[in-house]
Each structure stands twice: as structure tokens, then as C-alpha cells.
């Protein structure tokens, strides 16, 4: 079968590999479409943070796909039925995932690197880590069922957004975009900021979902909060831009009274003046990855209209072509490249 595998830093070729074949307790899935994201761009790259993953690797972890065929001890799944994963398995006994707080496990493994990934014709994986895919969603569009659902924990769990507030979104890469859709979706008034490398791509992709943007290198973000909050400040700012300017820029832009969350991981250390944030008693918070319930939601979201991924899955991009997708994603001419295994 083909797969996409990563052979070094910023070389990844076409194989062949063996189809597996699923144990007792295993379902095989036949991967019909899979998704590139920031952490898959940061791995091709293997940028500091992600040097520890084997080479050779088979990449990806957001896919959607068919179940081909179950274990003999599978319950809830049968064949033909169309599936999703949760590519960040949880290891259920450490003090974390008693408390109900799995996507923040201390013994986490994730598919695509610290195992074999879902780039490829056919992956096999434990039922528990499946979810049914609603028959109205389409497979191309249920894979990006992942990055939905941690921009559905950032939005829904992590911060107080309410119909009518006003919500700056710092980043248009593919959970800025969704985290910005969930937001509008819940009745806020989102504003989501870019780069000028954004304004052939993104930020138009977003403008076309009523969304308004602000071109950084080109306007200033004060004047623009000045007018969109009515010199107020937003009342929640999600960071999503993988740099530690960003949460720097939200302390700078969030109300009093407000809310950061910080959804990207900066990579390097940030130098935020605590004593505004404190006087103004601003909540500042994360959100890292996502749980069932947020799997469950995004794949509802999807279902009833309330974010399109027609508009924002991008599958021109070839699996024989797989460096292609990953330079376009990286100098943002694309945000959610998605490659198709089966038809």
C-alpha cells in the first residue's frame, strides 16, 4: 500500500509498505482522506520539540476513513461503517485521566509519531479510539474532525465567549480558522488577525465566511480594536499563533475583566508584564488538545451546518506530491491541505 513517510528534515517520499493486519482487539480502517497540520508542518521540519520522533515515520494523525474489517473481539463497529480517531491515546490509569483531564495525560502517545501514522492506504486501531462519523458528513470533511475539536475545547471549555462578545482570534492558520468559525457560530463578533503573507489565502478564505480580518503588516491593531470594541478591548482573545508574540499582543488588546486563551505553543519564552493583567483581573488561560466530548461536538458542528469544511479543506494537493502540500502550508498558501487515499 502507499504511504507518505517522513525520511529526514523536510524530506518526506511515497513508499510502499505491507497492508496490516488488525489482532483480536484491533479494527482495520481503510483511510479514505487525511489532513496536514501545524504539528505535522513543525515534524516535516523536525524543528526543536519534535527531533525525538523515529525516522523512518509514516505521518499524519487527522484522517477519516471506512472500517474495512473488525477484530473478533471488537464490539461497536462493523464494517462499512465511516470513522474518525483520536490520534492522542491516553493512557487511563495516571492521576490526569482518573480526573478527568485525558488530554493532558503524563503517558500520552500520538499516531503519526510515536507510531505509524494515517498517511497511508490502511491503518489498524483499538476500537475505544474511534468515532462514527454522522452519514450526512462527508469523509473528506470529517478529516479535520480533530483540529475541530480542540478548537471546539478552546472555544466551548476554555473560555467564557458568549453570543454578542467581542473576540479577537490571533492567527488564521487551520485552528485560528476553525476556533474563529466556532466562535461566529455562537453569535460573537470575531475579528482574526494575520500577516501580509495571508492575504492571498486565509484571511480572504475567512472574509468569505463573514468573517473580519485585519492585515498586521498593513493596519494597526489598536485603531482596529478602537473601532471594533468601541475603545472597550475584546472581551476574549484566543492565541492561536504559535508565537510568543502572540500572547504578548492579546495582553495588549483584551479587556479588563477579559480573557486570554492561549490555544498555539509559542516555542520560545514570552515576556508578559504581569501587573496590567493583574490589576485588570485578567483570566489568562490555556487549552491543549481535546477530549470524546469535543470529537463528539465537532463532528456535530459539522453535521448541522454550524462551520462549513467545504471551504475550508483544501484537496488539490496529490499524495504523490506530498512536499508540495507541506512548502504551500508553511508559506501559507493553503490552510487545511487534505490528501485523498481512497475515493
Same mark, same amino acid.
Given at each position: 500500500?502507499?504511504?507518505?513517510? /517522513? ?11 505491507? @497492508?496490516?493486519?488488525? *489482532? ?25 520539540g &519534535? ?6 515515520? %509514516? ?9 474495512? =474489517? ?30 478527568? /483531564? #485525558?488530554n ?14 494515517? &498517511? ?16 450526512? %458528513? ?27 462578545? *467581542?473576540?479577537? +482570534? ?6 485560528g480558522? !476553525?476556533?474563529?468559525?466556532?466562535a461566529?457560530? !455562537? ?9 501580509? @503573507? ?16 485585519? *492585515? ?8 482596529e ?9 475584546f472581551? %476574549? ?9 502572540? +500572547?504578548?499582543?492579546?495582553?495588549? @488588546? ?9 490555544v498555539?505553543? #509559542?516555542?520560545?519564552?514570552?515576556e ?11 483570566? !489568562?488561560?490555556?487549552s ?15 453535521? *448541522? ?7 475550508? +479543506?483544501?484537496? =488539490? &494537493? ?18 487545511? #491541505?487534505?490528501?485523498t487515499?481512497a475515493?
Amino acid at each position: 500500500m502507499k504511504a507518505i513517510v /517522513q525520511t529526514g528534515p523536510e524530506s518526506v517520499e511515497v513508499q510502499q509498505r505491507e @497492508r496490516p493486519v488488525p *489482532n483480536s482487539e484491533e479494527v482495520l480502517v481503510r483511510v479514505h482522506a487525511a489532513g496536514l497540520c501545524g504539528s505535522d508542518a513543525h515534524a516535516y521540519r523536525y524543528e526543536g520539540g &519534535y527531533e525525538w520522533i523515529p525516522i523512518p515515520r %509514516v505521518m499524519g494523525h487527522e484522517y477519516a476513513g471506512v472500517v474495512e =474489517s473488525v477484530g473478533d473481539d471488537v464490539e461497536g463497529f462493523e464494517a462499512g461503517e465511516k470513522v474518525v480517531e483520536e490520534p492522542i491515546h491516553d493512557c487511563g490509569s495516571c492521576f490526569q485521566c482518573k480526573n478527568g /483531564q #485525558p488530554n493532558v495525560c503524563q503517558n500520552f502517545s500520538i499516531t503519526g509519531m510515536h507510531r505509524d501514522g494515517a &498517511y497511508t492506504e490502511y491503518v489498524t486501531v483499538r476500537p475505544e479510539h474511534l468515532h462514527s462519523v454522522p452519514s450526512d %458528513v462527508p469523509l473528506a470533511h470529517a478529516a479535520i474532525t480533530e483540529p475541530t475539536s480542540i478548537a471546539a475545547r478552546a472555544v466551548f471549555d476554555q473560555s467564557v465567549t458568549t453570543p454578542g462578545d *467581542n473576540v479577537l +482570534v490571533e492567527g488564521p492558520g487551520p485552528i485560528g480558522v !476553525l476556533t474563529a468559525c466556532i466562535a461566529d457560530s !455562537l453569535g460573537a463578533n470575531v475579528l482574526v488577525s494575520g500577516l501580509g @503573507r495571508d492575504t492571498d489565502y486565509r484571511l480572504p478564505l475567512l472574509e468569505e465566511q463573514g468573517i473580519e480580518t485585519v *492585515n498586521l503588516d498593513d493596519d494597526d491593531l489598536e485603531a482596529e480594536t478602537e473601532s471594533f470594541t468601541d475603545g472597550i478591548g475584546f472581551d %476574549v482573545v484566543f492565541d492561536t499563533t504559535g508565537h510568543k508574540s502572540g +500572547v504578548e499582543m492579546a495582553a495588549e @488588546r483584551v479587556r479588563k475583566g477579559g480573557q486570554i486563551v492561549v490555544v498555539g505553543l #509559542p516555542g520560545e519564552e514570552s515576556e508578559v508584564f504581569m501587573t496590567p493583567l493583574v490589576r485588570s483581573e485578567v483570566d !489568562l488561560n490555556t487549552s491543549y488538545g481535546s477530549t470524546w466530548t469535543n470529537f463528539e461536538q465537532a463532528l456535530r458542528l459539522m453535521d *448541522n451546518g454550524a462551520i462549513e469544511p467545504a471551504a475550508i +479543506v483544501d484537496d =488539490s &494537493y496529490s499524495v504523490d506530491d506530498p512536499t508540495g502540500a507541506f512548502e504551500a502550508f508553511l508559506n501559507s498558501e493553503t490552510c487545511k #491541505p487534505v490528501f485523498t487515499f481512497a475515493e
